[in-house]
Each structure stands twice: as structure tokens, then as C-alpha cells.
């Protein structure tokens, strides 16, 4: 089956409508909204073009922590957390955001230094319940817990390790239970971004070949979830920490979680290259219908400097052209003139 691991909501759709006239032509009619899909992917393209390039650490360094750029980049990591957090309100769920990163502590990263900090005073500031990971992952050998030196993601005892860390979080709220619930008509076919019920041995271009299932609602379990639902429901949304490549499905952290918690319904929504915005456009438009009772939504420092306009044109899962600003223009300008 064809691997997907970025699904972009925009797709050109055209409906062919039968005409009922005498002659029994056809004709094919494509609405204002197909329309502005397609400008909106030509666009990207265009934009793509003129800015091929992703920063980097070089976003923070010489004091660019300081920066009127970094600052932007800050606001709209804010912005995008204040929404995802009403919108889980909005359905009752319990809202917990975990910072989850091997780049940190002993192996730090520049977009870990200043944006974990941040992460956890915004968190504080909106009233958002935080726990920081990086601390007990620190102490944990990089080598053991991840697939150093070939890849940084979770070994199986590092998915291990995760699964002991998420664990007290979903024995603290075992009685989170949700205030909304959903038609069967109103529910999306998917709940997450896999292609359903996807099965396929895929490697990365690493050579660390792994196993990757879906069930037929796109989330990175083996099973579909039956509504109306007998079982708490915890959602992760998280980037490729949470969908944990390079691990069969029996590894990764949501699978051993599952067996841990038999009461409970781990779905994982993980994508790989996906940023905050990702997380808000998958619970607006697909996740939230799975009836979670407890969102857990997974992030680091790298999620601020994601928020820069030619990440987002590259990766992000919504067709939006983004136009550099100026903050960003003159970066990118003095980053990759040469």
C-alpha cells in the first residue's frame, strides 16, 4: 500500500453530475472551494520554489532568542496552544500537554534551551496543566533509549522507558471522562492522518526497517474504536515522538500503554514533520469526533522554530500559503544569500 505519513486536508475533488437532459451529456462542475484549493497548491508551489530552504538552530543563534523574529515565531506557538486548548474545553476532555524530547538536558539543542522554558511558562499562564520529560530523559543513555547512531527515535526500551513516564499521567485522570458525543452520521470516516487500515513494512532510507499498522479510522493502533464507546478514550497528538517510527506497532509507547491500562482506548494520532497547527487542524477536523476524555499533546522547543513560514509551506498539513514576513523575510535573506 502506498505510504502517507503527511496528509494535506486540501485535495482537488471534481464531481461529474450526470445531466438529465434529453441529449444525456455530462458535465463536470467544479465548485468555488475546489478552486481555491487548487490557487491555494499552486501558490505553495510557487513559494516553495522561491524558498526552498528550512532553518535551523540558525534561527537562535547570536542572541536570536533576543530576536523580534523569535518573538513572532513564540506568538504564534501561543496562539495555536490558547486554540487547542478551548477547543478541547469545548468538548469536556481533560487537557495535558507533555514536553517529550531526547534533545535536552546532557544533548540539548538550541529550539530546547529557550523554547522549553517558554512552553512551560505559556502552560502556566493559560492554566494548562505541563509536565516536562526532558529532566527524566536526560538521565536515561541516548544510546540505549534511542536508535543512535542511525536514527534519534525510540529504541524499544526507550518506547519502554516513555510508556513509565506517560503512565502516572493517565493514572492521575482515570475518571476524565468527556461531555460531548457525536452521531454516528456526524463522525469523519478518520480520526487521524494514516491511511486506513494501512499495513506495510517501511524503513525511512535508514535501514531500520519496522511495521506499521493502521486501523481503519487512520490512528496507529490495531483496532477500531466502536462507539458508543465502553472505554475511557486518551488522545495523543504529537509528532513523530508519538508515532514513534522505526518500531513496530507492537513497541511503541501507546501500544505497551494499552496493555497497561485495559480500561482505556490509546489512540495515536502521531505525524512525522507536524507542528502545533497540525495538532489544531486534526482535533478540529477529524480527531475530536473519537470522543476523548483526555488529550495528551506532545511537545518540544522545535515546535516554536516550526512555526516559520517555509516550514509550514513544506510541512504543514493544511494547504494555506504562507507569505514570509518581514522579520522573517530578512533571515532568510542573511541566512541563504550565499
Not at 506517560?166 to 463522525?187: F, M, N, W
Amino acid at each position: 500500500m502506498k505510504s502517507k505519513f503527511l496528509v494535506a486536508t486540501g485535495i482537488l475533488a471534481i464531481s461529474v453530475l450526470n445531466s438529465c437532459g434529453p441529449d444525456n451529456s455530462h458535465k463536470s462542475t467544479t465548485t468555488a472551494a475546489d478552486v481555491a484549493t487548487e490557487n491555494n497548491k499552486k501558490k505553495i508551489d510557487e513559494l516553495n520554489k522561491q524558498y526552498p530552504r528550512i532553518p535551523d538552530d540558525r534561527i537562535l543563534e547570536n542572541n536570536g532568542s533576543s530576536s523580534a523574529l523569535y518573538a513572532e515565531l513564540k506568538g504564534r506557538y501561543k496562539d495555536n496552544l490558547t486554540k487547542l486548548k478551548e477547543d478541547v474545553a469545548a468538548t469536556g476532555a481533560q487537557f495535558v500537554v507533555v514536553i517529550i524530547t531526547p534533545e535536552a538536558g546532557r544533548q540539548p539543542t538550541l529550539p530546547n534551551v529557550y523554547g522549553i522554558p517558554f512552553i512551560k511558562s505559556t502552560c502556566s499562564q493559560l492554566g494548562i496543566e505541563c509536565i516536562d520529560m526532558s529532566p527524566a530523559l536526560a538521565t536515561q543513555d541516548l544510546k540505549v533509549i534511542t536508535q543512535t547512531p542511525k536514527d534519534g527515535h525510540w529504541s524499544k526500551k526507550g518506547a519502554i522507558f516513555l510508556a513509565s513516564q506517560l503512565a502516572p499521567i493517565i493514572k492521575k485522570h482515570s475518571d476524565a471522562k468527556s461531555t460531548l458525543s457525536y452521531k454516528d452520521a456526524e463522525r469523519p470516516e478518520t480520526f487521524g492522518d494514516l491511511p486506513p487500515n494501512d499495513d506495510e513494512v517501511l524503513d525511512g532510507g535508514k535501514n531500520l526497517p519496522y511495521h506499521l499498522t493502521a486501523n481503519g479510522q487512520g490512528c496507529r493502533m490495531s483496532h477500531n474504536l466502536k462507539f458508543p464507546k465502553a472505554k475511557q478514550h486518551i488522545l495523543f497528538l504529537g509528532g513523530s515522538q508519538i508515532y514513534s517510527p522505526f518500531l513496530d506497532n507492537e513497541f511503541i509507547a501507546t501500544t505497551l500503554l494499552e496493555k497497561q491500562f485495559p480500561n482505556a482506548e490509546m489512540i495515536n494520532t502521531g505525524m512525522i514533520a507536524s507542528s502545533l497547527d497540525d495538532y489544531v487542524s486534526l482535533f478540529e477536523e477529524k480527531a475530536k469526533y473519537c470522543e476523548p476524555d483526555l488529550v495528551i499533546v506532545q511537545t518540544n522547543g522545535g515546535d516554536i522554530t516550526d512555526f516559520f513560514f517555509s516550514n509550514r509551506n513544506h510541512l504543514s498539513r493544511i494547504q494555506k500559503p504562507r507569505l514570509p514576513s518581514p522579520n522573517e523575510a530578512k533571515f532568510y535573506a542573511q541566512a541563504y544569500s550565499k
